[in-house]
């Protein structure tokens, strides 16, 4: 029977126990509890049972109750680790929060000691971490409020309150700088009697230099316009009403601010301009415009406006301004209002009157000296006119007579004495010397007169320089001067007229061998120069020129001195002449001397030279036709070249005095 009676028992016990499991996920852990001690009471009644049948149902009772209980204390346990892990990682997800919000945080005592803080509270106060800024405030009491009693107001604000919003503190950094911080602090009771603060912080050091950036250029904005006494300074909002009135427009037009801060700004403009300026406005608008549109029209389109305009005085007297208005916009670009900046001109008006007063007279000044200037060049013109006429009708009988006095010389009509040819040969070079200066005075009266022609050819100027020193050859050899040549072969070969420039060398050279005192030394070179041009040089070791006397130099009839006139005779004009002649194809002359120490006087002259007939740039800019439309005397010129270089010891008597 009880064995027959076991599988049963066994079956219903299973089944017992299914259903246990799902009763013992709905008990609460005490009864849990209470059933487990009731299953082992059930086993301990089975053991001392004295009848089978009682054994057996207190053995499935208290397996049932051991079996309901254990099953239950496991899905307890199960459960409670379950919520132990997600309060782990709630805990875990809230201190990351903490430690990686963009919010600086902690928590400290009332005597300030901290007990905890974020990431960025230690980075905004330059600690490498949290646990780094706690050591430094709690172990090293590293100073933290610049102001040490703002912690003090704070805690006691804190105490009043409980909670304080907006707070704002400056504090030290870990190097030294110092850092604003602002945000909201609260007081936490921890339940026990006693509390501590919590704080929410961000920097705002950028905000606060900006404010003090901005507070530093409105005082020295006021500083401006209060000591901006030289100009007005008037601003208006859009509807011409006026904000601002400095201390220069106060004493500018002898109104006080309070009088004129809320008035229109036309107030102290002069009536009939302002309305005239007003029509003009309108005019050219097409519409009617306000007053104050006159002001502002410009600015309303972005740009702004410069003017003059007519200020009125509280006393009535007018003042001349220049007016500046810009507008005033906001940070979305709208206009808000209008800045204008007036100066006194009255000077400047003054100064102005004065210019015109002052051009005036210099305008009839210039139209008196062109008159006095048309009458000395048509003077000049006359004697340059007069004089190449008169030396063509000197220079006639002149040849004459040297040309029989040569034929009596010379024994060509018959025999003489000899102090009758002593006599005949002061009386040639008395005659070519006169004919020499009669020559000169008639190539420069051309030039004066615009009638000297340049007819270029081909010219090698190694050639022309031989030629020139071998008429020159006798008077270098009496004085025993050495002379040299450096002739670029570059430019061998130019393109002038070759008789002025056979002059140009021969005025040079002949010169340096009349100053030069005896055994010197003379060269004569060529180089290159800029811009299609050569310069040709001639330099002695002469008597020299004092600095003083340079700018006499190359000016008609023109000597240094009485003294030196007087050992070294001459006319003066061959300097002259070669200026003209270099001037007249572009060119230029000059001279480097020093005294005691030689000269050398230098020409810089085209490469290729243009035909052309002279015009006196004077005279051309007068009108003068006749320095444009005269042809040369070619008859004239002809016979001074041919007598010029016709023969070497023609020449040496003809230019030894020059």
């Not at 209470?34 to 054994?55: E, H, K, P, R, V």
């Amino acid at each position: 029977m009880r064995e027959s009676g076991t599988r049963p028992r066994r079956t219903m016990s299973c089944k017992v126990i299914r259903s246990s499991k799902a009763f013992a996920l709905q008990l609460s852990t005490e009864f849990k509890l209470c059933i487990a001690c009731l299953g082992w009471l059930g086993l301990l009644l089975a053991i001392f049972a004295s009848s089978d049948t009682a054994s057996v149902v207190a053995t499935v009772v208290g397996v049932l109750s051991i079996v309901v209980s254990a099953i239950a204390i496991r899905r307890e346990i199960l459960r409670r680790e379950g919520s132990e892990r997600a309060l782990r990682a709630a805990e875990q997800k809230i201190r990351d929060i903490f430690d990686n919000s963009l919010i600086g945080s902690f928590e400290s005592t009332e005597d300030g000691r901290w007990l905890t803080a974020n990431n960025t509270m230690a980075a905004m106060l330059g600690y490498d971490s949290p646990e780094e800024l706690l050591r430094h405030r709690n172990d090293l009491k590293t100073p933290l409020y610049v102001d040490p009693e703002a912690r003090s107001a704070l805690i006691k604000r804190l105490s009043d309150k409980g909670e304080i919003q907006d707070c704002q503190a400056k504090w030290f950094r870990k190097d030294g700088t110092t850092v604003w911080v602002t945000g909201t602090g609260r007081v936490v009771d921890d339940g026990n009697g006693r509390r501590h603060f919590e704080a929410m912080l961000h920097d705002i050091t950028e905000r606060k230099l900006a404010e003090e950036q901005l507070a530093k250029l409105k005082s020295e904005l006021e500083n401006v316009l209060n000591s901006a006494t030289g100009v007005s300074i008037v601003s208006a909002d859009v509807q011409g009403r006026i904000t601002i009135f400095n201390n220069g427009a106060e004493r500018m037009l002898g109104y006080s601010a309070e009088e004129m801060i809320g008035n229109v700004c036309d107030r102290f403009h002069y009536d009939p301009e302002l309305t005239e300026r007003c029509r003009e406005l309108a005019a050219r608008l097409g519409r009617r415009v306000s007053r104050f549109d006159v002001f502002v029209e410009n600015v309303r389109e972005g740009g702004h406006q410069i003017r003059d305009w007519t200020y009125v005085r509280k006393d009535g007297s007018h003042l001349g301004v220049s007016v500046t208005v810009t507008g005033i916009r906001n940070a979305k670009g709208d206009l808000i209002g209008f800045l204008s900046i007036g100066t006194d001109i009255t000077e400047r008006k003054r100064a102005e009157q004065d210019r015109v007063l002052l051009e005036q007279q210099l305008r009839r000044k210039n139209m008196d000296l062109e008159r006095e200037t048309r009458r000395v060049l048509e003077a000049s013109r006359m004697k340059s006119e007069f004089l190449a006429n008169m030396s063509h009708e000197l220079r006639t009988p002149l040849n004459g007579i040297i040309g029989f006095a040569e034929m009596m010389h010379d024994e060509v009509i018959g025999s003489v004495s000899s102090d009758h040819k002593e006599y005949l040969n002061d009386i040639l070079i008395s005659g070519r010397h006169l004919l020499q200066l009669i020559n000169d005075i008639l190539d420069l009266s051309k030039v004066e007169a615009g009638k000297m022609e340049f007819q270029p050819e081909n010219v090698d100027v190694e050639a022309l320089v031989g030629e020139v020193y071998a008429i020159l050859k006798s008077l270098s050899n009496n004085k025993q001067i050495q002379i040299e040549t450096d002739l670029d072969p570059r430019i061998r070969h130019v393109r002038l007229d070759p008789r002025k420039l056979k002059q140009v060398v021969y005025n040079y050279l002949s010169n340096a061998i009349k100053f030069t005192p005896d055994r010197g030394r003379i060269s004569v070179r060529t180089q290159p120069e800029s811009g299609h041009m050569f310069r040709i040089e001639v330099e002695d070791t002469g008597i020299g020129i004092k600095a003083e006397d340079l700018s006499q130099l190359f000016v008609e009839f023109q000597q240094l001195d009485s003294s030196t006139a007087k050992r070294y005779p001459g006319t003066g004009l061959g300097l002259a002449l070669t200026k003209r002649i270099a001037e007249a194809q572009g060119g230029r002359v000059g001279v480097e001397s020093a005294l005691g120490k030689g000269s050398t006087f230098y020409a810089v002259l085209p490469l290729i030279g243009k035909p052309l007939i002279t015009s006196d740039p004077v005279l051309a800019a007068m009108g003068n036709p006749s320095a444009k439309d005269a042809q040369p005397d070619d008859g004239a010129l002809e016979l001074v070249n041919t007598f010029a270089f016709s023969t070497e010891g023609d020449e040496q008597r003809t230019h030894s005095d020059r």
